[in-house]
């Protein structure tokens, strides 16, 4: 179990380094619009920057198949957000993002919901699933993607709109969030298949399940809509948001799904529960808009002449 460990604050790593490349290199790209995802996924790969951080991802979902074996479905996202503190440390090294005293809060927040499902993990009981019902899978799946999409595209049509706040992303990171939290459970499924039997079977049986399929169009889709918003959102915040709403919702939804139990102690069930509760109100507290630039001089100059 403890080996999960190890790989979950690896993919940790992994993930953290790959979003800061990523937006590094969209710096210097051209504007992308969701609405044209050829394009997007043309301009993505001229850039060799952008191409080293979406490698780092690729090993972080490899490190992801390894701790879906080894450890519980719902203390592993627990693990997974701690790669937020990382990630919020080389956004201000790497990037110069800064973040406001409010959102650091919601740092240690998150650290401490951490700790808390840390707590909760005992080797001797926690039992680790390596599939779900299909009926459940697609009842959970299909909806929340279709809210993933509408969630973006209402977003998408509000930040078009003229003399509006700009946005810090909250909503992009949520609905990206629910994309990748069935994303992570098709993760959890393909790991899984690759566990139960040789190559030759497990290949067979993977390709017969929905979960490489969900893959596919959960990695196209996300690739092009966290590209566009990571473009004009800060990493720091962004991914903060989509990371703690991916987890949220495997934790709950996929600990469901695959029938992995709860913990039975009433201190480790209060852990694991109060960690999830307290990264939820966590994330209902970040601000939704970045204040307003200040004005330029020129804009000064015609605010005193009116």
Request: glycine share 10%; proline share 7%.
């Amino acid at each position: 179990m403890w080996w999960g460990v190890a790989a979950a604050l690896l993919a940790n790593v992994l993930y953290s380094t790959g979003f800061v490349l990523e937006k590094r290199a969209l710096t210097g790209l051209p504007d992308l619009a969701a609405r044209r995802p050829l394009r997007v996924i043309g301009v993505l790969l001229g850039s060799p920057l952008w191409i080293a951080g979406s490698l780092a991802l690729a090993a972080g979902f490899a490190a992801q198949l390894a701790v879906y074996r080894t450890l519980p479905i719902a203390a592993a996202q627990g693990i997974f957000v701690s790669g937020l503190v990382l990630l919020l440390l080389l956004s201000s090294v790497v990037l110069g993002e800064k973040t406001s005293g409010r959102e650091r809060y919601a740092v240690g927040a998150i650290l401490l919901a951490l700790l808390m499902v840390v707590g909760s993990l005992r080797e001797d009981s926690d039992t680790v699933s390596h599939g779900a019902p299909l009926p459940t899978l697609l009842l959970i799946a299909l909806p929340t993607l279709a809210a993933g999409l509408w969630l973006y595209g209402s977003a998408e049509r509000r930040a078009r709109h003229r003399h509006r706040l700009p946005t810090t992303g909250v909503e992009y990171g949520v609905a990206m969030g629910l994309l990748y939290g069935v994303s992570s459970l098709a993760i959890k499924g393909v790991s899984g298949r690759l566990a139960t039997s040789g190559p030759g079977g497990a290949l067979l049986g993977l390709l017969a399940s929905p979960y490489p399929y969900l893959l596919l169009f959960t990695g196209v889709v996300g690739l092009v809509l966290s590209q566009t918003a990571l473009q004009r959102c800060r990493a720091s915040l962004i991914v903060p948001v989509c990371t703690t709403v991916t987890c949220l919702f495997t934790a709950a939804l996929g600990t469901f799904a695959f029938g992995e139990s709860l913990p039975e102690e009433p201190l480790r069930l209060a852990l694991r529960l109060g960690g999830t509760a307290l990264a939820v109100t966590t994330l209902l507290a970040l601000p939704r808009h970045d204040p307003p630039p200040p004005p330029t001089p020129a804009e000064e100059l015609t605010a005193r002449e009116s």
